[in-house]
């Protein structure tokens, strides 16, 4: 399966994921829950806006860091970003998919849709993080290693 390593880019493997989300919750009926109504959307609006607000923050760092944002090509990465969002997880762009994704899955009322929560992480550690924390050890070496020890892959 190594094909798939850094291949995919994480902002399709999460639509896919939510497409997937959607066809359990309208092919499997076990486990539908419904929350009031106003309560069940703000709370999935609000993970939303966590979510995009995480993501954001990576996103403001590495370009601040001038540093590619490119997941599909970690090794041209031209600095280790150790600031703001990065010192509380080492991949918020992926915790905030993982949100985005709870959200919708709350949103759809189904909690079988949240299995697929765990498929996602499984392959994001799997084809895109491990692969990104290899070539990121390749070019920062120890400091890399140092972040790896004093940050938390998600959260």
């Known amino acids: 399966m190594k094909v798939l390593t850094t291949k995919i880019p994480p902002p399709i493997v999460a639509v896919v994921s939510g497409i997937l989300m959607w066809v359990i919750s309208v092919t499997i009926p076990i486990g539908a829950f419904e929350l009031p109504f106003t309560m069940q959307t703000w ?15 990576g996103l403001a760092a590495f370009r601040k860091s001038k540093t590619t944002v490119n997941p599909l ?4 990465a031209s600095s280790l970003v150790l600031v703001g969002i990065y010192r509380v997880t080492r991949n918020p762009m992926y915790l905030g998919m993982l949100l985005i994704l709870s959200a919708w899955g709350l949103f759809l009322g189904n909690a079988v849709t949240f299995l697929v929560l765990a ?3 499984t392959f994001m550690n799997n084809f ?3 692969p990104e924390e290899e070539a990121l050890e390749k070019l920062f ?8 020890s004093a940050v938390r892959r998600w959260i």
């Open 73 to 76: 090509t970690p090794e041209n």
């Open 141 to 148: 070496g120890q400091a890399f290693r140092d972040y790896l």
């Open 119 to 121: 498929a996602f992480v």
């Open 43 to 57: 709370a999935s609006i609000a993970i939303i806006l966590a979510g995009t607000g995480i993501m954001a923050s």
């Open 128 to 130: 895109q993080i491990i």
